[in-house]
């Protein structure tokens, strides 16, 4: 089972500003930590990551996103800026970093964010 606990979503306007949260637990690393979101009706998709290699982040939220760590508490952040109607959906995270996250089967119940325009 996946250990990792995902919150701090909730209905916000277009223009606000919101930040999830990542708790990881038992062997679960949050060095290494992907942010994925899903889209209603949409495949899940990665939006942001940070691992070894560096931060990324995929043109949608470039410039508007961005992932934070507390590494004495275990936990990954998404701080979100400027949001979006298009940000609307349910957010997870893992420490599984993939481009095909349809492909993987082990995933947290997420948080939803909703946007309001």
């Known amino acids: 089972q996946l250990q990792v606990a995902e919150s701090g979503g909730g209905l916000v306007q277009a223009g606000g500003s919101l930040r999830l949260s990542c708790v990881g637990s038992?062997?679960?690393?949050?060095?290494?930590m992907g942010w994925y979101f899903q889209a209603p009706g949409k495949q899940r998709e990665l939006i942001a990551a940070?691992?070894?290699?560096?931060?990324y982040y995929a043109d949608s939220v470039k410039g508007r996103f961005t992932i934070a760590s507390d590494n004495a508490k275990n936990t990954a952040y998404l701080e979100m800026n400027n949001l979006k109607p298009e940000d609307t959906g349910v957010y997870y995270c893992?420490?599984?970093?993939?481009?095909?996250?349809?492909?993987?089967?082990?995933w947290g119940q997420g948080t939803q964010v909703t946007v309001s325009s």
């Open positions: 893992n420490p599984f970093v993939t481009f095909t996250p349809y492909t993987y089967d082990h």
């Open positions: 038992g062997s679960v690393n949050i060095r290494t």
């Open positions: 940070v691992s070894s290699l560096g931060p």
